[in-house]
């Protein structure tokens, strides 16, 4: 039964929601601060982080998906912008994010503006995602700027359809549902969750790459280890 969101806000503005996808292992300030600064930029009411269910066959975290779940809940517990949605970790097989966008078009309505947060890294690499053409259909697209990733796209086909599909001003997110790009100029942090297990696995302080939380949650977890 869609949901159908209210459209706008107490002060009448139109109401706009930003999802946020990861594998979160862990969650860390690279996640955190370029999307509040963004919230900011685009206006977003709230940011609902999704972490992901990771396919049997790509390598796996080495959080289990709770530890996972867990490190995302505490990170942002104290900051009102943010939520968190455990749907696609509540089933066993992964969700291609073109279906849990469908179904989160479903839930909202088709009126109100919903849109998916993904940083440089992921929008170079977008033409492997699962119908990655229809995203639109139900979102708008926000990417976030990354340390070290170029901003040329890989083949012409998704060169094309992000030159079709962006918009310079993030005031147009509101405009519509869906089907635009927005590409933001969000903080630049130089932050991976890869360079966080390395870190802790050479013994080695990550205190300033994540909240104080998440690295407590780490710490008595014992994960991450040498
Ligand atoms: P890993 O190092 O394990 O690959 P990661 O740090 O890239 O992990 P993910 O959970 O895979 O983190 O990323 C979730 C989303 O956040 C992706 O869309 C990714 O592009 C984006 N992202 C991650 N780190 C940054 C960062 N430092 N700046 C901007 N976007 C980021």
Not at 61 to 73: F, I, K, Y
Request: hydrophobic share 35%; net charge negative; charged share 20%.
């Amino acid at each position: 039964m869609p949901r159908n969101t209210s459209l706008t806000s107490s002060s009448g503005s139109v109401q706009l929601l930003a999802f946020f996808g990861g594998t979160f292992d862990p969650i860390h300030y690279g996640h955190l601060k370029p999307v509040a600064g963004l919230a900011k930029i685009a206006g977003f009411d709230q940011v609902i982080l999704l972490p992901n269910n990771v396919p049997p066959h790509r390598p796996q975290p080495e959080a289990s998906a709770q530890q996972r779940l867990e490190m995302v809940e505490l990170a942002v517990a104290a900051d009102p912008l943010f939520s968190v949605d455990p749907r696609e970790l509540t089933v066993d097989t992964p969700s291609y994010t073109i279906e849990t966008l469908a179904t989160l078009r479903k839930e909202h309505g088709d009126d109100c503006p919903l849109a998916f947060i993904i940083g440089q890294d992921s929008l170079l690499t977008l033409h492997k995602w699962h119908r990655w053409e229809s995203l639109l259909d139900f979102c708008h697209l926000v990417v976030m700027a990354r340390p070290g990733y170029k901003e040329q796209l890989d083949t012409p086909e998704l060169q094309n359809w992000y030159d079709a599909h962006r918009v310079t001003g993030a005031e147009k997110l509101k405009q519509k549902p869906c089907g635009f790009i927005y590409q933001a100029n969000t903080p630049l942090l130089d932050i991976s969750a890869t360079e966080i297990r390395e870190r802790r696995h050479a013994g080695l302080d990550c205190s300033d790459l994540l909240p104080a939380a998440v690295e407590h949650y780490i710490e008595s977890q014992g994960l991450y280890r040498q």
